[in-house]
Every structure is written in C-alpha cells, then in structure tokens.
C-alpha cells in the first residue's frame, strides 16, 4: 500500500509569498496519476494539478508542479488571499486500483 | 458544465446501514469515466472511500470495502453509496466526484453532505 506523506504540516507565509509543498511517496509512484487539490474551508476539495505538472482546465499559471518517482513538490509562486487553504497531493494506483490522499498541508497568513 | 449533487439522510444509527446518492447532471454517466466517493471526518483529511465506472466495474479501499457497495443507475444519471454497520467513526462530510480521465485525478466534485452516526 503506498503512503503519501506531506510536509510541511502548516506553512505561515505573507501574501506575495512563495509557498513550496512537498509529498513524498511510500515507493515510487506514476507520476501521471499523481494530483494537487486545493481545499478551502466548508468548500469540496478543487483539482489544481494533475499528472504531476499539468494545471486544469481554469487553473492560473502561479500553481505548478514537479517531481519523479518518490517525491512531488507543489508550489504557488504568489500567494493570493484565496490560496491560505489546505492542500492535498493524491495518488491512483491502477494495479490494484487503490487512491491515496496525503494528510494534507495547511497554507496559513503570517 | 459537469455537476454532481449527493444526497441522503443527515442522521444514521449505527450499526444501520448508510446510503446515499449522487445525482449527475451535465454529462451521462453511461458515457464514460470513473465515478469516486470520497470521505472526509470532521477537521480530519480525505479518505477515498471506492469508485465505479458506468459498466458497473468497481474499486473499493481496502480498509473499507468489507462493508462497501457502489452501484450505479444509468437510467437515473446517478450513482449510489451503502456503508453497512456504521460507527461514529464513519460521521463524515461525504463527496461524489467524477474522474478527470484515465483515473489521473477527481473533478470536479460535487458540495459534500454530512452524515452523523449517532444514536
């Protein structure tokens, strides 16, 4: 079964910051099926990246991501007021098909 | 534009069985695509719970799916959850969300409904 770690637990930035996530897998993991979520309070979770880099469709170019095998990092270039939120990195396995989510890192204001 | 709205009673007894229901509008389920529920306890992160694609293929978490059924109505555009013998450590605040293609990631998701297990 693969775990996904995530570090930081909380990140306390300023707006305009520069906020760098990372997710850390139990074994190396495809990253095609490796996502970011972005989950505001009392709101469902929304898909920022999928397949490690690639935004979604309406997502702004200061979300990007990277990473291989084991370890994925996420980062916003700039933060927004919108962006102090709780991110999750997840990923779907297809043999045997088995989704994972990390525990998440909170994005809070400094 | 895709969405997906849960619905089912607020309120389970445990030991019942908790049920609910995504209802799709703006894309048919028999089309294509995986169909998730995913879970998330109150201040807690998010548990997949299974997934379901529009043939009735199913993948369920294994920690989960002894007491799991999903099952899909494509005549309905809906897609259903039963979590059997429910404990308070199944109150959650439960989504439906579809798979953005190739089990890649999940989106979008529907608003989420909370079921408390309490007596």
């Known amino acids: 079964e693969i775990v996904l770690t995530q570090s930081p637990g909380t990140l306390s930035l300023s707006p305009g910051e520069r906020a760098t996530l990372s997710c850390r897998a139990s074994?190396?993991?495809?990253?095609?099926?490796l996502a970011w979520y972005r989950q505001k309070p009392g709101q469902a979770p929304r898909l920022l990246i999928f397949?490690?880099?690639n935004r979604a469709t309406g997502i702004p170019d200061r979300f990007s991501g990277s990473g291989s095998g084991t370890d994925f990092n996420f980062t916003i270039s700039r933060l927004e007021s919108e962006d102090f939120a709780v991110y999750y990195c997840?990923?779907?396995?297809?043999?045997?098909?088995?989704?994972?989510f990390g525990q998440g890192t909170k994005v809070e204001i400094k | 534009q895709v969405q997906l709205q849960p619905s089912g009673p607020g309120l389970v007894k445990p030991s019942e069985t908790l049920s609910l229901t995504c209802s799709v509008s703006?894309?048919?389920?028999?089309?294509?695509?995986?169909w998730g529920w995913i879970r998330q306890p109150p201040g807690k992160g998010l548990e997949w719970i299974g997934s379901?694609?529009?043939?009735?293929?199913?993948h369920y978490n294994p920690s989960l799916w002894s007491r799991v059924a999903i099952s899909v109505d494509t005549s309905k555009n809906q897609f259903s959850l039963k979590v059997d013998s429910v404990t308070a450590a199944d109150t959650a605040m439960y989504y439906c969300?579809?798979?953005?293609?190739?089990?890649?990631?999940?989106?979008?998701w529907g608003q989420g409904t909370l079921v408390t297990v309490s007596s």
């Open positions: 969300a579809k798979d953005y293609g190739d089990l890649v990631a999940f989106d979008p």
């Open positions: 703006g894309y048919s389920i028999s089309s294509g695509y995986f």
């Open positions: 379901i694609f529009h043939d009735g293929n199913t």
């Open positions: 074994q190396s993991v495809n990253s095609r099926h």
């Open positions: 397949a490690t880099s």
């Open positions: 997840q990923h779907y396995d297809n043999s045997p098909p088995r989704c994972t």
